[in-house]
């Protein structure tokens, strides 16, 4: 059985970039937006959820606090996926309790040629 993955990206492009490079060895849910994760999560428990910040309405600063105030659900990893590169943003992304940090654009290493 794959490991599951949810991916929480608002963006089409960057959610088929996920898919095609993560497809293979994972078994992926999608959300477009942090309400409809957190009525995902309630039924579909994912190993790790790959949460973008910037989403329309709730964004993921607040899906990951309420993830947090989840006893289910408050050791699930999840890693920040975010455009927001500046000196300083991946400490503060760990210091708000994400796992991890992924900056996007998303670049797929695995095709390139050697």
């Known amino acids: ?6 991916v929480v990206e608002d963006n ?3 959610r088929l970039l996920v898919w095609a490079i993560l497809d293979d060895e ?3 849910s999608e959300y477009e937006s942090g309400t409809e994760v957190l009525e995902g999560l309630g039924d ?16 993921g ?4 606090e309420w993830i947090r105030a ?3 659900l408050k050791a699930l990893p999840v890693i920040a996926l ?8 991946r400490d503060k992304y760990l ?5 991890d940090y992924v900056t996007k654009p998303i670049v797929d290493d695995s095709h390139s040629p050697a």
């Open 1 to 6: 059985m794959k490991p599951k993955i949810a």
């Open 12 to 14: 089409m492009d960057n």
């Open 26 to 28: 994972y078994e992926l």
């Open 44 to 59: 579909n428990i994912p190993d790790l959820v790959l949460l973008d910040i910037s989403l329309p309405g709730m964004d």
């Open 61 to 64: 600063t607040e899906v990951l």
């Open 70 to 72: 989840q006893d289910a």
């Open 82 to 89: 975010t455009a927001h590169a500046m000196s300083g943003d």
């Open 95 to 99: 210091e708000m309790e994400f796992d």
